[in-house]
């Protein structure tokens, strides 16, 4: 019991220090990258993006896109070390049938898992209805049988995103669900912006009056052209957001971080970008993007990485620290007890916001 303790609070601890190995951390891309990529003559042939990892204290579980010759889906691959991975056969979920509202396509936003099983929100279109996107939950016991919600989808279109929706990226504080998205309004012929929501099912959404994170408004910037494909921590003070972004003309895309003390007001991280293309003809030096952390075996960032003979593939990059700060199990009571006044002081801004 006394180690058991011990662990709690040095888990604790090591939450609290995030901000500054975040601050500080200098991200190395691996030796070993591409970690995953595409199967040749499989489901998966052309493409491999958009990995969303969670770390149980003994493997990692990753979910990513992929697709083969316009049609998509959800794939699922495990691994001891975090870098070497054994993927699945076959996608874990897939377009619905002809009619439904995700027949066309189905992309992954995030997963997590709430303490009894794992939730899914994903993207998913059809050319009538949903043909800007609209967001649906799945949920599993085990990461790989996964189950559409009959209510789906839960977050569609309304005048602040009509124009596009996409990478729903969703944490869990207290009681409350929070999601980041992709989108764009109507009138907006070119750049995307990030948005909120928050729900108390992950059915049910309120969403923000207005986006939280623009582009630059630099017009030299490296993210002045669109920031997109959200992926939020919590460390029970401060969240950190990764996105990606284009620069002017949509140039190469690269890999941002911002912080913030409410989920809806951020700062840009000076050093930005963090995380850059590589060099001529490596695997990955048309782009880098849709980046996640795993808290695992130190600081692992998994991202998209663009290059030349091959379809996007996914790649990973570390922090230097190396120590382990397990997901599971569930947090401490006094993480809980702060995630869960963050999330009201959350709820009380949103009322602000509406009112005004």
């Not at 996964?146 to 977050?155: A, D, F, Q, Y």
């Not at 972004?245 to 951020?266: F, R």
């Amino acid at each position: 019991m006394k180690k058991r303790l011990l662990g709690v609070a040095l888990s604790f601890i090591f939450v609290l220090l995030l901000p500054n190995v975040f601050g500080d951390a200098q991200w190395v891309k691996s030796p070993s990258n591409p970690v995953l990529g595409p199967t040749s003559n499989q489901w998966d042939a052309d493409y491999t993006t958009t990995p969303r990892v969670i770390y149980d204290g003994k493997i990692y579980r990753m979910w990513f896109n992929g697709g083969r010759s316009g049609s998509s889906g959800v794939g699922y691959a495990t691994s001891k070390d975090g870098i070497s991975w054994s993927q699945l056969a076959g996608p874990v979920l897939e377009p619905g049938l002809p009619g439904a509202w995700d027949r066309s396509s189905v992309a992954l936003g995030s997963v997590l898992w709430n303490g009894t099983f794992f939730m899914m929100w994903y993207r998913g279109s059809n050319p009538t209805a949903f043909a800007s996107g609209a967001v649906g939950l799945a949920t599993s016991k085990d990461g790989v049988s996964w189950t559409k919600n009959s209510r789906n989808p839960v977050l569609t279109a309304t005048a602040i995103d009509q124009g596009y929706i996409a990478s729903p990226y969703v944490i869990r504080l207290g009681l409350t669900y929070n999601m980041w998205y992709t989108g764009k309004n109507a009138n907006s012929t070119q750049f995307t912006s990030i948005l909120y929501a928050t729900s108390f099912d992950g059915l049910k959404w309120s969403k923000w009056p207005h986006p939280v994170f623009f582009p630059s408004s630099d017009p030299t910037a490296w993210d002045s052209g669109s920031v997109y494909s959200p992926s939020v921590y919590f460390n029970g003070t401060t969240f950190w957001l990764w996105y990606s972004g284009l620069g002017p003309n949509n140039g190469l895309p690269q890999i941002g971080l911002a912080t913030s003390p409410d989920g809806a007001t951020w700062t840009r991280y000076s050093p930005n970008p963090i995380l850059s293309p590589g060099a001529q003809g490596t695997w990955d030096f048309a782009g880098v993007e849709q980046a996640n952390l795993a808290v695992g075996d130190g600081l692992m960032v998994y991202y998209d990485g663009i290059g030349a003979g091959t379809g996007p593939q996914i790649g990973l990059a570390q922090a230097p620290q190396g120590f382990a700060i397990p997901e599971f199990p569930l947090p401490s009571f006094l993480v809980l007890l702060t995630v869960a006044v963050c999330a009201a002081s959350l709820l009380r801004k949103r009322k602000q916001a509406k009112a005004s």
